[in-house]
């Protein structure tokens, strides 16, 4: 197993952005940590400091090449330096000819864009590797016309990917995290983590990547700092691990900073018998364990070490009440680690956010923007309506915007781009900005029941009552295939997250599974008693979930077909699913008038919602998880936090 990484900073950039003169030492501190075996151990560590975008581009595609890594591999990529993107939320790794036109946009050509580099990423083998984003947003970049902030909130989309970990310092403007330290906020909290071992919070000695997130919050927490730090993970980040820790170097920072442990706060305060002479006594036990324990472990120093003194004695005492509080507080390091931070584990939806949007008649379908700032919703009344969810108002109608119903809306990974599917046997490519049509696509027979976008950006996934699927090229329009099996109406669509493989619900009662670049139909999944009307994919691409008019959903296993659980509880047909980013729970809409939450991994229901005094046609949970959206019969739109 190798482990490898390359540290990029830019601190010199052209018209349009600020030097960073900080950058150079967050390069130094990594390359520090990262390379010292007992720290990070990783056997090749490279610094490029100032790129061209060629360099940078070649650099990176050499850290994560298909020839020379393998699976067991950990690769990382850190960046220190602007963060950069486009009028539409698209993340690009700056170079130091990166700049802006007169109209303070990015000059894209400039820049390394995201996407590229998730391809990259996609194609390396290794099946452990960790970004880290130390970024600075100044004041002067572009936002989104609509929210008037910045454009941060869809990295997952941009770059995450499986078995890949994304660690954001989420720096604010009025907070550019190049100030305060030697090094930058962020970056300074990561190195300490590292170097100290005080970032191991489970004292395994192996400091993961969901660790060192945890400790670089807290550490966040003492300051006044305005950084808001973010994790982004399709897997567990428990099981990467960034750098070892010894329980000497823990021990030493602990007694260091021991006004952050309550225990020896408690002593430090003149609780103890010595009274207020502690501070010298502990001053002296550091002394004697950095002169002392330079190669060995605490443990090791204290079995053969017998204590000569009253100072020896305060070691041990000290030292077994580090061990106390780490155990007595280790549980609730670790539950409060999660796939993402942005998401609460017990989030119910139950409190109704008090604003009215709602449609003339039914409403189909529901989708939300990548950064979780914008709700697409459409149905029978033939428009598309888009909402802020900052403030819960309308942002724009597209009135007629087919010549029928429109069963189905999704918004691009990109989110600049809007798509609909109509019983006017089209599907249709906005602009989500403008709200203007890009282009027309024609080839059903009849009604588009259904539509997806690939996780790529590059594909559209339809599904029609005239019993095909078809795959279309979002860039063009072009019709690149038409897949036939269904024996019925093609009701439901879904993507999985590697965007290889399309999973299709029919009112022939059947699950089908496709691969999306050759046609070709990988299996069969047989089980439901009627028709199919709602398909969802867990966001780790395993489990796919099917529900419709036999009131049930169906949790099957992607790879192997196997049904993994049968989940009963609603009292009418299902008519929609989504999943919460993290996988974490699988949200359903029924004709009950009932929306319910269960644990996709054990079926369990964890909460049933009656926002509705209609049959539920449709939900949706934004990406950030703070948010549920549903839509009834009636028009009805309803949003729960």
């Not at 990166?98 to 391809?119: D, F």
């Not at 002392?292 to 070691?315: F, H, I, N, Y």
């Not at 449709?618 to 739109?637: C, F, N, Q, R």
Request: hydrophobic share 40%; net charge negative.
């Amino acid at each position: 197993m190798a482990r490898v990484a390359l540290l990029i900073g830019v601190s010199d950039y052209g018209p349009g952005f600020n030097w960073l003169p900080g950058v150079g030492k967050d390069l130094v501190a990594m390359q520090r940590v990262l390379q010292h075996p007992e720290m990070g151990g990783f056997t090749e560590v490279e610094v490029l400091k100032n790129p061209d975008p060629l360099t940078m581009q070649v650099a990176i595609a050499t850290l994560f090449n298909a020839q020379t890594r393998q699976p067991d591999d950990l690769v990382l990529l850190y960046f220190s330096g602007h963060y950069v993107s486009d009028r539409y939320g698209r993340f690009y790794f700056p170079t130091r000819l990166t700049c802006k036109n007169p109209n303070g946009e990015l000059v894209a050509p400039t820049a390394i864009p995201a996407n590229l580099v998730k391809n990259i990423m996609n194609d390396s083998p290794a099946e452990q590797q960790v970004v880290i984003l130390d970024c600075c947003v100044d004041n002067s970049m572009v936002v989104d016309e609509w929210t008037q902030n910045p454009m941060m909130g869809n990295l997952q989309q941009q770059l995450g990917g499986i078995g890949r970990v994304i660690l954001t310092a989420g720096n604010t403007a009025t907070e550019c995290s190049h100030k305060g330290f030697e090094l930058s906020t962020y970056t300074h909290y990561l190195v300490e983590g590292i170097e100290t071992g005080a970032a191991d919070l489970d004292r395994d000695r192996k400091i993961s990547v969901a660790e060192m997130h945890q400790y670089i919050r807290r550490r966040l927490g003492e300051t006044s700092t305005n950084l808001a730090p973010n994790i982004h993970a399709l897997d567990d980040p428990q099981q990467i691990y960034l750098a070892q820790a010894t329980i000497r170097r823990t021990a030493l920072w602990w007694l260091e900073n021991a006004t952050l442990n309550t225990a020896i706060v408690a002593h430090s305060k003149g609780t103890d018998d010595r009274g207020t002479d502690w501070e010298a006594d502990r001053q002296s036990t550091v002394a004697v364990l950095t002169s002392e324990m330079q190669e060995k472990t605490v443990e090791d120093d204290l079995v053969q070490r017998q204590p000569k003194s009253w100072l020896g004695a305060v070691t041990l005492t000290v030292l077994a009440v580090l061990g106390i509080a780490y155990g007595a507080t280790r549980w609730q390091d670790l539950r409060q680690l999660s796939m993402s931070e942005t998401i609460a584990a017990d989030t119910t939806y139950n409190h109704q956010v008090p604003t009215v949007l709602e449609h003339v008649n039914t409403v189909w379908s529901l989708a939300f923007s990548p950064d979780s700032q914008i709700l697409a919703s459409c149905g029978n009344d033939r428009a598309i309506k888009l909402w802020s969810l900052k403030t819960g108002e309308l942002i724009r109608t597209i009135p007629d915007a087919h010549a029928g119903a429109i069963w189905s809306v999704a918004i691009d990974p990109g989110g600049d781009k809007l798509i609909s599917g109509s019983s006017d046997r089209t599907i249709k490519v906005w602009n989500l900005q403008t709200g203007k049509p890009i282009r027309t696509l024609r080839g059903h027979t009849d009604a588009v029941r259904a539509v997806a976008v690939s996780p790529d950006d590059k594909h559209i996934v339809s599904g029609s009552s005239d019993r095909t699927i078809k795959v279309w090229d979002l860039s063009t329009g072009v019709l690149l295939r038409t897949l036939s099996g269904h024996t019925s109406a093609v009701r439901a669509v879904a993507i999985s997250p590697n965007g290889y493989t399309i999973v299709s619900g029919g009112a022939d009662n059947l699950v089908r599974v496709w691969n999306l670049n050759t046609g070709q139909l990988l299996s069969t999944l047989q089980g439901h008693t009627s028709r199919v009307i709602a398909i969802a994919m867990s966001p780790d691409g395993n489990i796919v979930a099917s529900g419709g008019n036999d009131n049930t959903i169906r949790l099957w296993n992607l790879q192997t077909g196997d049904l993994l659980h049968t989940l009963k509880g609603h009292s009418d047909h299902i008519n929609s699913l989504a999943f919460r980013a993290d996988g974490q729970v699988l949200i359903s809409g029924a004709e009950d008038h009932s929306i319910k939450l269960w644990n996709p991994r054990s079926g369990d229901l964890f909460n049933t919602l009656s926002k509705h005094d209609e049959d539920v046609y449709a939900v949706a949970i934004s990406p950030d998880g703070k948010t549920l959206a549903s839509a009834d019969k009636a028009g009805e739109i309803k949003l729960g936090q």
